[in-house]
């Protein structure tokens, strides 16, 4: 058994081998986390998804008879963290569900309009004995339904899905996983996760100033028990669209004439001391990339043109960014084609329509980048590399 605190216990499940999380890729799996509070009354936080039901009402039943919860606490009604609700009311009869309206609607929706439960708009905390939990709504903290739930007495933050990583690991707290792991995890989880969102999420972390929190536990991943105040400071810098010397390079190719130019252009922009990250879509997925994007202060897209128009891999990557509004980027289009372009202009259209400040390029080249052209992407990766500098 796993306890947070005396009587407060991880009761989820660890998901090793999970690989693609509605499309954003998890190469290191996942966890649905549920926590279990033992007091004169017993509240469970959170289900977990469908496939491990059975494993959480196993490890509730471990800690205590699942007739004896009081309370079920339903923080975001998504079914990653909904989907045992069927099995936990069954498991749990005598067990009250507390959720926003918005997410006793969702779950109807879900699960059937027969599920009974109590807006915390109505009951907006509950007296457990010695500890007690009182509700904050966070709506689009990821949904429009998330809510977050504190314990006051233990200065502990029930984050739901803000603060969490797509990590499987034996451990469950911050102090037992490799730490270059958990921060990679948990900058990509915002990235592909809560990035378009962050103006509701600033305003849950700037509600946090001022709160006493000691120990986070999110819905996914490890908790924060060793250092809180990492997390919460690397969600202060990502919601105010904080940037470090970095650039991205991002691109698709079909005879390696595109490909010439990215490289050229990333080697351009690191002779100013940039760093660089190079992706080809043949070989990275678009939420490897995000998470480049999310802290570099240049985006450059490079496509060749295929039928007119952008080919597939660069469309749904631009697709893909589009939807989650970096924020105080600058980027630039390149590209090359046979007998008609159409990519470049594409791709700007795209850049432009993701919020991005276009930089002018004219690095789109016929058929093979002859030698002069491929110094004109050297040079204009330089060009790019001053800008990024000097921002
Ligand atoms: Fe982890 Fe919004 O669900």
Redesign the pocket.
């Known amino acids: 058994m796993i306890q947070l605190r005396d009587g407060i216990y991880w009761v989820g499940a660890v998901d090793w081998s999970i690989r693609n999380f509605h499309g954003y890729i998890t190469n290191r799996g996942s966890s649905y986390n549920s926590y279990l509070i033992v007091d004169e009354k017993v509240a469970l936080v959170d289900f977990v998804k469908a496939p491990f039901a059975e494993e959480q009402i196993r490890r509730i039943s471990e800690v205590i008879d699942p007739k004896k919860v009081d309370y079920v606490v339903a923080n975001?009604a998504?079914p990653?963290?909904s989907g045992s609700i069927r099995r936990v009311i069954e498991a749990c009869p005598n067990a009250e569900i507390l959720a926003t309206e918005r997410c006793i609607n969702t779950l109807w929706r879900y699960y059937g309009g027969d599920i009974k439960a109590t807006p915390v708009e109505k009951k907006p905390s509950l007296k457990l004995g010695k500890r007690s939990l009182t509700f904050v709504p966070a709506p689009m903290a990821?949904?429009p339904d998330s809510m977050v739930s504190y314990v006051p007495e233990e200065k502990l933050l029930f984050s739901n899905?803000a603060f969490?990583q797509h990590l499987a690991s034996s451990g469950r707290f911050d102090d037992e996983v490799d730490q270059a792991e958990l921060m990679q995890e948990a900058e990509t989880y915002y990235a592909n996760i809560l990035m378009p969102l962050w103006r509701s999420v600033g305003r849950a972390v700037k509600a946090l100033e001022g709160v006493p929190v000691e120990m986070i536990a999110p819905?996914?991943g490890v908790i924060w028990r060793k250092d809180p105040g990492l997390i919460l400071k690397s969600y202060q810098g990502w919601v105010a669209g904080e940037t470090k010397l970095k650039a991205v390079v991002v691109y698709d190719t079909m005879w390696g004439s595109t490909q010439l130019l990215a490289r050229a252009i990333a080697d351009g922009i690191a002779s100013k001391g940039v760093d660089v990250k190079v992706h080809c879509l043949g070989a990275s997925h678009h939420s490897e990339v995000i998470a480049d994007v999310l802290e570099a202060r240049a985006v450059l897209v490079g496509s060749p043109t295929l039928n007119n128009h952008l080919f597939p891999s660069v469309a749904g990557f631009l697709a893909y960014m589009r939807g989650l509004k970096p924020v105080n980027k600058i980027g630039a289009a390149f590209g090359s084609y046979g007998w008609a372009g159409g990519a470049k202009k594409a791709v700007e259209t795209e850049l432009l329509a993701a919020g991005i400040q276009l930089i002018e390029s004219d690095i789109d080249f016929v058929f093979k980048p002859s030698g002069d052209e491929a110094k004109r992407a050297y040079a204009f990766g330089e060009s790019m590399g001053e800008k990024i500098v000097g921002a």
């Open positions: 975001h998504e990653d963290h990821h949904w899905d969490g819905s996914h």
